[in-house]
Each structure stands twice: as C-alpha cells, then as structure tokens.
C-alpha cells in the first residue's frame, strides 16, 4: 500500500464519525434526486459510492450500518419517486441496486479483512526475521580440531561457539561411516540407514 493511500485511511479512520456523517450527507442528497427522478430510473446505484465511501472507516460494524441504510433509502426512494412508464423495469432496477449496494459492500469488506490478514503477515514474518540470528563473515576455525575461536580469542568448542551465537541446539547421533570406524563389524551398519 503507498504511503499516502496510507495516510489517507488513517486520516480517516481517526475520525470516523466526519466520515459516517459525510456518507449520511451524501445519501440524504442521492434520496432526494431520487425522489425527484421517474421510478424507471436506477436512482439507487449512487448509493454504492456512500458504501464504498463507508469502507474508508475502516470499521466493519459502520460499513455494515451505511449499506444497510442505503438499502432502506432505495426502497424509500422507489415509493418516493413520480410514477415511471414500466413498473417491471422500475422494480427490476431496485432490486439490482440493492444487489450492487449489497455486493460492493461485501467485497469491500473481505478486501480489508484480507488486507489486515496480510499486514498481520508482514509484522509476523517481519518479527521472525529480527529472531532469526545469522553467523556472517569469516569463522576462525582449527584445522585439527575444529575448535572455534571466539571474539576473546579463546578457542571454544563447535558447538558451544554455535549455541552461543545463534538460537540453534543439537541433538547427536552417529553415522554409519564413524560407526564402522569405532566399532568395527560388530554392528550391521545397514540396519542404521
């Protein structure tokens, strides 16, 4: 998301009652102009910009009031509004803007739940990479006993060096080359495959 996309939702989301109040503002502006046209015409559909408006709170519950009150206003409006030519086509309209309203407010909806879902991501994995320790560089190590040399110039053991610079542990267990090296045949080695 761009950061000022970013300052924007926040700008609004601090204040959501200016915005509910502009989204109320706005759809009492619509319902009159609806009151106004023939029952023919889609008056309803510009209620899907209230909603969408709506969804800059970032609130469900707001979201969830204005499509609903945007609904009931499209209903009010169709009783509202002059009779039209074909009342077919007048109910046909209502009902595929209160579809529209219903749908825009859904989708807008899921839109955040996934965007909070991936932000909520980011932090997570963010955080695991702050946890995450790496050795970088070059490890003085002896080429006999492979004893580390620390920063105090005192020789310590692999794993001791790697615990203590890392969050790795180990676990032991033999491989068959070494088994075969310190007991010989008195073990079947294919066994520890």
Same mark, same amino acid.
């Given at each position: 998301?761009?950061?000022?996309?970013?300052?924007?939702?926040?700008?609004? *989301?601090?204040?959501?009652?200016?915005?509910?109040? =502009?989204?109320?503002?706005?759809?009492?502006?619509? =319902?009159?102009?609806?009151?106004? =046209?023939?029952?023919?015409?889609?008056?309803?559909?510009?209620?899907?910009?209230?909603?969408?408006?709506?969804?800059?709170?970032?609130?469900?519950?707001?979201?969830?009031?204005?499509?609903?009150?945007?609904?009931?206003?499209?209903?009010?409006?169709?009783?509202?509004?002059?009779?039209?030519?074909?009342?077919? !086509?007048? @109910?046909?309209?209502?009902?595929?803007? =209160?579809?529209?309203?219903?749908?825009?407010?859904?989708?807008?909806?899921?839109?955040?739940?996934?965007?909070?879902?991936?932000?909520?991501?980011?932090?997570?994995?963010e955080k695991a990479i702050e946890?995450?320790?790496?050795?970088?560089?070059?490890?003085?190590?002896?080429?006999?006993?492979? !004893?580390?040399?620390?920063?105090?110039?005192?020789?310590?053991?692999?794993?001791?060096?790697?615990?203590?610079?890392?969050?790795?542990?180990?676990?032991?267990?033999?491989?068959? @080359?070494?088994?075969?090296?310190?007991?010989?045949?008195?073990?079947?080695?294919?066994?520890? *495959?």
């Amino acid at each position: 998301m761009s950061s000022h996309r970013s300052e924007q939702l926040t700008k609004y *989301s601090r204040y959501p009652r200016r915005l509910i109040t =502009l989204c109320i503002a706005i759809a009492a502006g619509i =319902l009159v102009a609806d009151a106004r =046209l023939p029952i023919g015409v889609a008056g309803g559909v510009p209620y899907v910009a209230v909603v969408l408006l709506a969804l800059w709170t970032e609130r469900p519950r707001y979201v969830v009031a204005i499509a609903l009150m945007c609904c009931a206003l499209t209903v009010v409006g169709a009783f509202w509004s002059p009779p039209g030519p074909v009342l077919w !086509q007048a @109910v046909l309209n209502r009902v595929l803007a =209160l579809f529209v309203i219903c749908v825009a407010a859904g989708m807008g909806l899921r839109r955040h739940r996934l965007m909070r879902a991936h932000e909520a991501a980011i932090r997570d994995r963010e955080k695991a990479i702050e946890e995450v320790k790496i050795l970088r560089g070059l490890i003085p190590i002896c080429a006999s006993c492979k !004893q580390i040399r620390n920063e105090d110039g005192l020789w310590d053991g692999f794993e001791s060096y790697i615990r203590d610079h890392t969050d790795a542990d180990f676990t032991h267990g033999i491989c068959p @080359v070494c088994v075969e090296q310190l007991y010989g045949h008195a073990i079947d080695t294919s066994k520890l *495959s």
